[in-house]
């Protein structure tokens, strides 16, 4: 690493930071942006890093080694430009085409003659490091009606101790939501449908952050098998006044009421449930699908391979590489069929096993009239997918799917 680049790093990273900027990219199919931010998490200082990649954004934390690395290799091989923002000033770092850095540094106007802050800026500065953990979308102690009906906050607005872990769990999903939100339309209703609602903890969340907090057209629809969770889920969207929330009873597999949804969820959809709504999310040509798979039982009956035998006689490893391959075979499925796909960290393992959220947005200029380079990359895709498959002598109810509808 360049000495003059480590030295500012190490001098910002080790206090006093609000922001890092790298921008300028070098290639414009790649990332366009990323900032870098302090946060604490757990009493651990870590540093936030968010990459902005088309309509998509991810969020990845890192100590103070790991995020200098980060920034550096950012530098010499993606970005042209980095602008760090510190109590003490401003530091613009310059890349060349060559590889050759320019620092240029500039003071902040109320750093003193000894050159420390005043205390008004360090606890700027404190109040920034803890922001990320304490500033969620449903902020803690302004009273929410549905997370107060639910059971998640008190009348005042305080968050009930026994249900933290839901609170934190639906504000970590709005914030997949607010990532995706550039891939819906922005002039017309957005329809979205959520599978296997249940209590709707999650489903009020969405209509709340979209049509209360952000003012958009939105229309959503809650699907779920238990008839007494789909009245009380009615009553309470009536009693809120969400004129375009509604929650009907309905087996995911045999839903046929919609030709057209904007968005699919599918949160905690049992075993193949999930490889159903994500079926009728294709088929309806959804821009957005966001999945959180449960009990995952399919693969687990059908695996076999001589050579993994050693591997696959414990039974718990069995049924937890089962439930990774069946999410992995998801997240390829849809990307063959012109998503960008990832799996993601829903919520900490400590909480619950199902932790792994499916978030596939339609790739722009893809849709159901492929040109013929299209499907044949498309048909690539399904026959490398169609390799591991007959490797470990399974195949999916997705895959089953999808061959009945060609």
Not at 41 to 68: C, P, S, W
């Amino acid at each position: 690493m360049d000495e003059e680049l480590r030295k500012v790093l190490e001098d910002t990273l080790n206090g006093g930071l609000y922001q890092v900027v790298i921008s300028n990219a070098r290639e414009k199919d790649k990332a366009s942006k990323v900032k870098i931010r302090p946060v604490m998490i757990k009493e651990q200082l870590l540093f936030q890093e968010t990459v902005y990649r088309g309509a998509q954004v991810f969020h990845g934390n890192y100590d103070d080694v790991e995020a200098m690395e980060r920034i550096e290799n950012y530098l010499y091989e993606d970005f042209k430009q980095c602008e760090i923002e510190h109590t003490n000033g401003k530091v613009i770092i310059l890349v060349s085409k060559k590889r050759k850095m320019t620092i240029k540094k500039k003071l902040a106007t109320n750093v003193g003659e000894h050159g420390k802050t005043s205390a008004k800026q360090a606890q700027k500065t404190i109040s920034m490091a803890h922001n990320r953990v304490k500033n969620y979308i449903l902020k803690e102690g302004t009273p929410v009606p549905f997370l107060i009906d639910l059971g998640v906050q008190s009348a005042d607005g305080k968050i009930v101790h026994a249900k933290y872990d839901k609170y934190r769990q639906i504000n970590r999903f709005l914030e997949f939501i607010e990532d995706i939100l550039p891939a819906l339309p922005a002039d017309e209703e957005i329809h979205i449908l959520d599978f296997g609602c249940g209590k709707s903890y999650l489903t009020f969340a969405i209509y709340y952050y979209l049509h209360e907090l952000k003012g958009m057209d939105v229309r959503i629809t809650g699907l779920d098998l238990k008839t007494d969770v789909i009245n009380k889920c009615n009553r309470l969207s009536e009693q809120y006044g969400y004129q375009k929330l509604h929650f009907i009873q309905g087996d995911i597999a045999e839903y046929r009421d919609v030709e057209k949804v904007d968005m699919v969820v599918t949160l905690h959809a049992c075993d193949t449930a999930t490889d159903y709504a994500l079926h009728k999310a294709l088929l309806w040509d959804a821009k957005v699908i966001l999945s959180v798979p449960c009990c995952q039982h399919e693969v687990n009956r059908q695996i076999a391979s001589d050579i993994l035998q050693p591997v696959l006689q414990y039974g718990i490893i069995k049924e937890r590489m089962a439930a990774l391959i069946t999410d992995a075979l998801r997240a390829d499925l849809l990307r063959a069929k012109g998503y960008e796909t990832d799996l993601l960290e829903f919520i900490d393992m400590e909480h619950t096993p199902k932790n792994i959220l499916i978030r596939a947005v339609k790739k722009p200029g893809t849709d159901k009239a492929m040109r013929q380079e299209d499907k044949a990359v498309q048909q690539e895709e399904m026959d490398k997918i169609t390799r591991v498959t007959d490797f470990l002598h399974i195949e999916t109810t997705l895959q089953k799917l999808l061959l009945a509808s060609e």
